[in-house]
């Protein structure tokens, strides 16, 4: 039984992409994983065929194709139950897995066992070069969580027996914000962690999935949102306050050049230029 593992589904992905993907998870510094990756496009077959001639050089790569598209949710459940990994590395098909992602992860659930998801930052290329940073400890991680998702899915691990021993899985209605509705689910059951650091490089093009289908996300993520809020009023109503009082947003070119920061109700460029007040209601 493999410690990891690394859940990917694919679907009609670029081949140059799913390369470089493949690639991130195999050149990691920790080892010992099984990686799956279903196929939800097999009429493709050249994925499927790059896909295999991974699999022939190492025995870690899992194929898997379903007969029909089965849609993102399901396919996600689909890899929960082919999964043999005493935690669930989730990875996106057209993103990159910094080389010690899985180390860095792996030590810490194994050294924080009442915490269940453990995630990091992001780092945007192609379209924008920007990091996307994410709060770090449980309480300001859920207080976050009810004004948005701010546990980055891609970058995600999250240690299976959670998800088994309180019979949570993906949930096909709240497609494509069914990552959130998972966290939502688990706030309820285990403590989150964000590293400090960038995990993935996540890939920002038309292609997106979060871009194709950005009204069906906002939407239902407006939804989710507001089922954690009646949940969780009081964190709802602390995030509000960090919101009108608190610096609650930064945004920095390249991880390092500062370019925009909310503080105190203002924005301000280069963080420290004020620009205008926000006026809340």
Excluded at 147 to 173: P, Q
């Amino acid at each position: 039984m493999p410690r990891v593992s690394v859940l990917t589904p694919i679907y009609n992905t670029n081949p140059q992409y799913l390369r470089e993907m493949i690639e991130s998870i195999l050149n990691q510094t920790f080892t010992d994983f099984e990686f799956l990756i279903l196929n939800d496009s097999p009429q493709n077959t050249e994925i499927e065929s790059i896909v295999k001639q991974y699999a022939k050089s190492d025995k870690r790569i899992k194929y898997f194709k379903n007969e029909k598209n089965m849609g993102i949710t399901p396919s996600r459940n689909k890899l929960l139950d082919l999964s043999t990994g005493e935690y669930l590395a989730i990875f996106d098909h057209d993103d990159i897995s910094v080389p010690d992602r899985l180390e860095k992860q792996v030590a810490f659930l194994d050294a924080n066992p009442y915490v269940g998801v453990v995630s990091g930052w992001l780092k945007y290329f192609g379209a924008e070069n920007v990091i996307l940073q994410s709060p770090e400890k449980d309480c300001d991680i859920k207080k976050c969580l009810t004004g948005r998702c701010c546990v980055f899915h891609t970058a995600a691990m999250i240690r299976k027996s959670v998800l088994i021993d309180n019979d949570i899985r993906y949930e096909e209605f709240y497609t494509p914000a069914e990552d959130y509705r998972l966290w939502a689910r688990l706030m309820e059951v285990t403590n989150f962690y964000n590293i400090q650091q960038v995990l993935v490089r996540y890939r920002c093009f038309s292609g997106n999935t979060s871009i194709k289908m950005q009204s069906q996300m906002v939407c239902m993520g407006e939804y989710v949102r507001n089922q954690i809020a009646d949940v969780h009023p009081f964190l709802r109503q602390e995030y509000v306050k960090g919101v009108h009082k608190g610096t609650v947003y930064r945004l920095r070119l390249f991880g390092i050049i500062p370019i925009l920061k909310i503080k105190n109700n203002w924005w301000c460029l280069f963080e420290f230029i004020p620009v205008f007040k926000q006026r809340w209601k």
